[in-house]
T-cell receptor
Framework: SQQGEEDPQALSIQEGENATMNCSYKTSINNLQWYRQNSGRGLVHLILIRSNEREKHSGRLRVTLDTSKKSSSLLITASRAADTASYFCAPEYGNKLVFGAGTILRVKS | KAGVTQTPRYLIKTRGQQVTLSCSPISGHRSVSWYQQTPGQGLQFLFE???????NKGNFPGRFSGRQFSNSRSEMNVSTLELGDSALYLC???????????FGPGTRLTVL
């Protein structure tokens, strides 16, 4: 399928540590977007990375994209308890986002 | 700039009824997409509207329909509700320049 597949499924870290989540997809994309979701609420947009970009930063977030390996990663540095959430990557095909199951991140204080 | 708004936030319906959900995109955004989120199937694309035309459609039965108005507001309708339609329905709007999709808070539909 086209969907993004996140790895790991769940991640538990201590406050202050870095968290890395990975995403793989199957076919060529226009761009890839990362989202955060807290407890069944709406999705918060984190970063969009285009297929011709390799890396983007936003505050404590760093996203990389490797189109040759069809993979992306999201790094959250100096994590906080408030970063506890589910994180989704969504490769975009045409105008359609295709989501995986997400990574559940728990940051312990 | 106001974000994406969705109404109502919560709905309880019974099997066989129909329901209409509403979405107002970010001002200036002309593209609106709808997604369904369930524990079993995750986030799935329903359809996308741009300038009042359906531009893309996911694999959902014909009971799921939508429309977009000239002010870019969108509605989705589900007829003959089934228990399996219980879900969080999310609407997203997209700008023309950067292509980021911003989601609303969702409408949680419970079908009894």
């Amino acid at each position: 399928s086209q969907q993004g597949e996140e790895d790991p499924q769940a991640l538990s870290i201590q406050e202050g540590e870095n968290a890395t989540m990975n995403c793989s997809y199957k076919t060529s994309i226009n761009n890839l977007q990362w989202y955060r979701q807290n407890s069944g609420r709406g999705l918060v947009h984190l970063i969009l990375i285009r297929s011709n970009e390799r890396e983007k930063h936003s505050g404590r977030l760093r996203v990389t994209l490797d189109t040759s390996k069809k993979s992306s990663s999201l790094l959250i540095t100096a994590s906080r308890a408030a970063d506890t959430a589910s994180y989704f990557c969504a490769p975009e095909y045409g105008n359609k986002l295709v989501f995986g199951a997400g990574t559940i991140l728990r940051v312990k204080s | 700039k106001a974000g994406v708004t969705q109404t109502p936030r919560y709905l309880i319906k019974t099997r066989g009824q129909q329901v209409t959900l509403s979405c107002s995109p970010i001002s200036g955004h002309r593209s609106v997409s709808w997604y369904q989120q369930t524990p079993g199937q995750g986030l799935q694309f329903l359809f996308e509207y741009f300038s009042e035309t359906q531009r893309n459609k996911g694999n959902f039965p014909g009971r799921f329909s939508g429309r977009q108005f000239s002010n870019s507001r969108s509605e989705m309708n589900v007829s003959t509700l089934e228990l399996g339609d219980s879900a969080l329905y999310l609407c997203a709007s997209r700008g023309q320049v950067y292509n980021e999709q911003f989601f609303g808070p969702g409408t949680r539909l419970t079908v009894l």
